[in-house]
């Protein structure tokens, strides 16, 4: 008995060294990699140059991270999970929006690894800026409205595209590699990628009562001063095509409430149809005005 | 397949940011140019049973002859293109740079001033009637798809030739480009929110889901069709002029 | 929400806001209270360490546990009842299990009300998946990202909401007037160090989890058992503490992402685990339940089998749900798909994981009211992975994410209640925001002093990794309390540098003594649970020992400033409940004799 206790022990000490054993492994000796890193505040910031052991499989956080804990504790860096599943960590590598978590830090083989914080968004410090502009606009976005009572008799065929819009984990790079919001800064007027993947699976919940295209035309939306120029789609790291399923939809049915001469004809002539029963709902059927 | 267009894509991705719009400039003047050339100077575009798409349908123009009476057809696959959302992504990219490429480098080089851009608020909102000039090409596809049926009728009796072959793909592609559209997926489907309260929504929920398909491909489909019409047009001229003939298969 | 201007120098100033209730985090079960305690008319302000819709949540991926019997119709909240009890051992206390299993089915279909989009089943209803020693088909999901489908909802449901919400900042303390009860806390924002004093007739802490004290984790930075401290500071009692669960699957290579959790989904969904021998070496520890033993038993098998070397290349086992394919991946476990693609170079659909137990929740937590989540401590409440008793010994897959509705919900309505009915003032002496403040930037002003947080939290994980792992006995953890002792002996030398403008040193600084604190209290415990039960499993000991199994370790500050630990008898299971068990059920969750005691 005492002889399988102490094996036991042995054998329970071995998995735990292995923990240490595998990073010696992967640590490659002597190789490093180096990290341009801005640091700096809403004043403005250079450049700081930082090298590190390389490790195998490492990404841009794991850098920064070592930097934090062996050469600069106060480089501020936003980050939860690692694990490309929350998007706290959205920055820019070489002028691309990036979620620092995801980034091997080979797949850049030698290049210049340029690390700056979303310039979209105003700077606090060091990579993190000022994201807190996106939840004013979550604020404004008319939320899921229904008149009937969960649990909803609701089928797969009607609801299986939305699973992609669902998919946001809010990084805010779209938001971020927007000219609309980064060159421009039509932070007022404009809602930006973001949040028309939220209206788009609002407007097309079937069981949802709302209308937001007033909201995405006239309001916050502004979704007319977006030129689908498809950069968001380009950098969304849930692979949500932001602007074919998102944007162009919600544009087409902004186009049927304002801009198709036949569609308002038939309005005035018929009455409004609902989209959900294509029931005739009433002349006035736009709750929200527009 | 996938390897091959990671392949492609590193050293894709490698190249400055200005090489690609200054290369959709290029291809998208260069169509222009010919097209224009093609339609004023050359007001021939029939061989045999072969007739251009440029000139599909047949006009009788009261016009002079000067004018080429493809002018009254044309008007409406060019307003198809210019106001489809792939090419208005293509043109402000390449010819408005608004942005030229996705990198802050890039943007830092938009000409704009924060208060003249407007986005598709202005000017561009006019763009919002991609929809009728959609209707408008799939009644001229009736004909082009007529005339692909004629270029397998060479003196009356089925054939087919490498002319033929051109047609048959030219359209095939010109179909492919059209539905793919993305306001007919919003008319077929995108515009319903509950298939399963809506009558015949089963079978708008399946054509909404083979249109998705086909869009995800439209920027494909938008550049291989323009291509494809440029061929079998410069085809039929080169026909014409006596520079090639038409090779048999069948 | 809120943010606030930067403040330098030595003075350092703090606002004054007030609310009814205070909520600390803003994960499913703060979010939640947050909801109910708005819908009852009162002010309401969240405080999170993060962005709104960040919180660890968001990390849940396999599915909410609730018995709507959508799939197997003979499922009912007793038979999910039963499962969570077994589960835990029967440490749990009984009365939140059995409210946790009637109201979970009302909490998801509250969800779907507010938007949530879950898989549906061709009937067109919530579709559900089987999951790890559930006995039917249980789980609401959709896909692998059920976590973030619920934050989501949450966070634009309470966006809809008056509540307010403070992002990025930390609470360091809970006030309490001379009676002793709460009515207030300290807190700065990350972004500037700004401290605020929030006033609050209730305070409602749902922080989560302390898997962070470990060095493979499956936890985000968050998880240093801020909100566990606090209350215990307070004065709360803590219990279970000794029970961490370990997920039977977490990634092991690269090291970067060593404990980076795969979903038990993928297990639900098919998956299977190999040795290196290529055998299915479940069939050895639960021929039953196969790989769908509660996770504890699946922990433990892959531990052994590492450790008796027929373990991977990298120190793990085989995962292989190649079977499924490339597309019934992509339709079941996209996440997955991607997560392994991205970080590890591997695609699922042809080659098999490579998997490891790594830390993943925490059973004990602060003790409280199963009716009202209030705490021994008036004024204080409690919910989610940071209140104990709900899961005893072991949680089941998915019971979490059900824990943080219905039991938030409860936590907020039962703080409303208090404030409702106490109508006493939430003034405190001004010394003492005055000394917290000076405690608070004390690593940061001092001039001497030279311990780096980030290397004490390094060497308490691997201390915790390796004296308080899966598998425990006297000596090491007795070794491993003593390494925790000397890293507290070394907490007053530490020393930060750079302002308070966005500082994780700092913010490190702070978070280091609580992570210290919740280790000393969990190692603490451990060494009084001397039996094999659950998450607790003594190599020093043969199996369960019955008369353990009936008292819970209660942990609490006692008048030294110690960690006092009491034995405290589990009161009787009512009538309508035991008799569920009487129909020849086994009582012990198929761990007493069997074939799993053999390790």
């Known amino acids: 008995m005492e002889e399988q206790e102490a094996q036991q022990k042995d054998m329970a000490s071995k998995a735990h060294a292995d923990v240490h054993a595998d990073e010696e492994d992967a640590a490659r000796e002597g190789e490093s990699y180096k990290l341009r890193i801005f640091r700096g505040d809403a004043e403005g910031g250079r450049e700081v140059e930082y090298e590190i052991p390389a490790v195998e499989g490492m990404v841009v956080l794991d850098a920064i991270l070592y930097i934090q804990a062996h050469q600069a504790g106060d480089l501020a860096v936003r980050w939860n999970c690692k694990a490309a599943h929350c998007g706290s960590c959205s920055a820019e590598i070489n002028g691309k929006p990036k979620l620092l978590c995801k980034a091997r830090v080979e797949e850049y083989g030698g290049q210049d690894i340029r690390v700056h914080p979303m310039r979209a968004f105003p700077v606090i410090k060091d990579l993190v800026s000022d994201v807190s502009w996106n939840y004013e606009v979550a604020r404004s976005t008319i939320p899921f409205t229904t008149d009937e009572q969960a649990p909803f008799e609701m089928y797969e065929e009607d609801v299986e595209r939305l699973y992609e819009p669902k998919k946001c984990i809010e990084c805010f790079m779209c938001q971020d590699v927007c000219h609309v919001l980064r060159t421009h800064q039509k932070h007022e007027e404009f809602a930006g990628p973001r949040f028309f993947v939220r209206n788009q699976w609002l407007e097309m919940h079937p069981k949802d009562t709302e209308r937001r295209v007033e909201y995405l035309k006239e309001g916050r939306g502004g979704i007319g001063y977006c030129n689908i120029t498809k950069c968001c789609t380009e950098v969304c790291p849930a692979g949500i095509h932001i602007t074919d399923n998102s944007i162009i939809p919600l544009k087409e049915r902004v186009a049927d409430e304002y801009y198709d001469p036949a569609k308002w004809l038939m309005r005035k002539i018929r009455g409004r149809r609902s989209p959900k029963t294509g029931q005739i709902i009433g002349r006035n059927g736009n709750r929200n005005g527009g | 397949m996938a390897s091959i267009t990671a392949a492609i894509k590193k050293p894709i991705q490698r190249l400055p940011w200005w090489v690609g719009p200054i290369t959709v400039t290029a291809v998208l003047t260069g169509f222009g140019i010919y097209t224009m050339v093609a339609v004023l100077f050359f007001d021939r575009g029939e061989y045999a049973n072969y007739l251009s798409p440029f000139y599909s349908p047949p006009v009788n123009s009261p016009l002079p002859a000067w004018l080429s009476p493809a002018i009254f057809v044309l008007w409406l696959p060019l307003g198809f293109r210019a106001t489809c959302y792939y090419y208005r992504k293509a043109y402000y990219r390449a010819f408005f740079w608004d942005p030229p490429a996705c990198s802050s480098k890039a943007q830092q080089r938009e000409p704009r001033s924060t208060e003249n851009y407007r986005g598709e608020r202005n000017l561009f909102v006019w763009n919002n009637i991609h929809r009728y000039f959609m209707y408008g090409s799939f009644v001229l596809l009736i004909f082009l798809t007529i005339d692909t049926v004629r270029a397998f009728l060479p003196e009356g009796s089925f054939g087919i030739t490498l002319g033929s072959l051109i047609f048959l793909v030219n359209v095939t592609l010109l179909w492919s480009y059209s539905l793919s559209c993305h306001s007919l997926r919003h008319i077929v489907g995108g515009r319903v929110d509950c298939y399963s309260c809506v009558t015949g929504g089963n079978a708008r929920r399946k054509a909404y889901s083979w249109l998705s398909v086909l869009n995800q491909n439209h920027a494909l489909f938008a550049w291989l069709s323009l291509f494809s019409l440029l061929i079998t047009d410069i085809y039929i001229r080169l026909l014409l002029a006596g520079a090639v003939t038409d090779l048999r298969i069948l | ?458 060497e308490l994980q691997e201390a915790m990794m390796e004296h308080a792992n899966l598998m425990r006995n006297e000596d090491s953890l007795k070794e491993g309390l003593g390494k925790i002792l000397a890293i507290k002996d070394r907490l007053p030398n530490v020393k930060v540098h750079g302002s308070t403008l966005f500082n994780p040193g700092w913010h490190a600084s702070q978070d280091i003594h609580n992570l210290v604190q919740v280790s000393e209290i969990i190692v603490r415990a451990a060494l009084e649970r001397t039996e094999r039960r659950g998450a607790q499993w003594r190599l020093d000991y043969d199996g369960p020992d019955d008369e353990l199994g009936k008292i819970n370790f209660i942990v609490k500050r006692d008048q030294q400033g110690e960690a006092g630990i009491e034995k405290r008898e589990i009161p009787p299971m009512p009538d309508h409940l035991s008799r569920l068990f009487d129909d020849g059920d086994d009582k012990h969750g198929g761990e007493q004799g069997g074939k799993e005691s053999q390790f």
């Not at chain 3, 003032?425 to 980030?454: C, M, T, W, Y």
Request: charged share 25%.
């Open chain 3, 1 to 458: 929400m809120e943010r606030n201007g930067n403040t330098n120098g030595a003075r350092h100033g703090h606002e004054v806001l007030e609310h009814d209730i205070l909520i600390i985090g803003a994960g499913g079960a703060g979010l939640r209270a947050a909801i109910a305690a708005t819908q009852r008319g009162l002010s309401v302000g969240v405080v999170t360490k993060s962005l709104l819709g960040k919180a660890h949540t968001v990390m849940a991926e396999g599915g909410v546990a609730a018995a709507l019997g959508n799939v197997d119709s003979e499922d009912g909240w007793q038979t999910h009842f039963m499962d969570t009890l077994k589960a835990g051992k029967f440490l749990n206390n009984w009365r939140m299990a059995e409210l946790f299993a009637k109201e979970a089915p009302d909490r998801v279909y509250e969800l779907e009300q507010w938007g949530a989009l879950f898989n549906r089943t061709p009937e067109g209803k919530i579709s559900q998946r089987p999951f790890g020693a559930h006995t039917y088909t249980r789980l609401c999901h959709v896909g692998d990202r059920t976590g973030l489908e619920m934050i989501r909802t949450l966070q634009e449901r309470t966006l809809a909401t008056e509540a307010k919400v403070y992002m990025e900042t930390s609470v360091t303390k809970l006030f309490q007037n001379d009676e002793g009860r709460v009515v207030g806390a300290l807190a700065y924002t990350r972004e500037a160090g700004k401290f605020i004093h929030f006033k609050a007739k209730a305070v409602i802490v749902a922080t989560g989890g302390w898997g962070r004290i470990y060095k493979v984790t499956s936890n985000s930075w968050e998880g240093t058992g801020d909100g566990v401290v606090l209350a215990y500071n307070a004065g709360a009692e803590l219990v279970d503490m000794e029970m961490v669960q370990f997920h039977p699957t977490g990634m092991v290579w690269p090291p970067g992402v060593r404990g980076l959790l795969v979903t038990e989904g993928v297990r639900g969904e098919g998956g299977f685990l190999r040795n290196s021998d290529g055998e299915r070496f479940m069939e050895n520890y639960d021929a039953e339940r196969m790989e769908l033993s509660s996770r504890d038993v699946v922990a433990r098998a892959n531990y052994t089998e590492v450790t008796e070397g027929r373990g991977s290349e990298h120190g793990g086992v085989f995962l292989d749900i190649t079977h499924l394919g490339y597309n019934g991946i992509m339709k079941k476990l996209p996440t997955m798909y991607e997560q392994f693609l991205k970080l590890a170079d591997i695609d699922i659909s042809k080659e098999p994981m490579e998997v490891f137990p790594t830390i993943h929740y925490t059973m004990g937590g602060i003790k409280v009211d199963p009716e009202t989540c209030a705490t021994n401590v008036p004024g204080l409440y409690a919910a989610g992975e940071v209140g104990g008793g709900l899961h005893g010994a072991n949680r089941l897959g998915g019971n979490s994410l059900s824990d943080l509705l219905v039991f938030g919900r409860r936590a907020g309505e039962g703080a409303a209640e208090y404030v409702k009915g106490n109508g006493y003032s939430a003034e405190i002496e001004s010394s003492v925001v005055e000394d917290e403040k000076k405690r608070v930037v004390h690593p940061l002003e001092r001039q001497d002093g030279d311990e780096n947080p980030f290397h004490l939290q390094q």
